[in-house]
């Protein structure tokens, strides 16, 4: 799997958060195949460090997903108003 072909100039936040969970999870397996690859034991470490951080992205976004009604999640974040917030 190599993401060499994806557009960069797409913001992830632009993306939906259910397309958001898996480009994170294809960056997380990217990084643990250039880990098993890596022969600098620090590099290595480098890579399953960015892989357990795609990852928990990956988690927080579909943890958000379960938790809204079907057709909410419109890809577009929306600001929440603080209880206290004079501006709301």
């Not at 250039?34 to 890579?47: G, K, L, V």
């Not at 892989?51 to 890809?75: C, F, K, N, Q």
Request: no cysteine; net charge negative; glycine share 6%.
């Amino acid at each position: 799997m190599d993401l060499v072909g994806e557009p960069v100039g797409q913001f992830l936040s632009a993306l939906p958060r259910g397309q958001r969970a898996a480009r994170y999870r294809r960056f997380a397996v990217e990084a643990v195949l250039r880990a098993r690859e890596a022969f600098n034991p620090d590099q290595r470490a480098e890579y399953l460090t960015m892989a357990s951080g795609w990852h928990a992205m990956a988690v927080e976004a579909e943890r958000y997903l379960a938790r809204t009604i079907p057709g909410e999640d419109d890809g577009h974040e929306q600001s929440e108003a603080m209880p206290d917030d004079p501006s709301h």
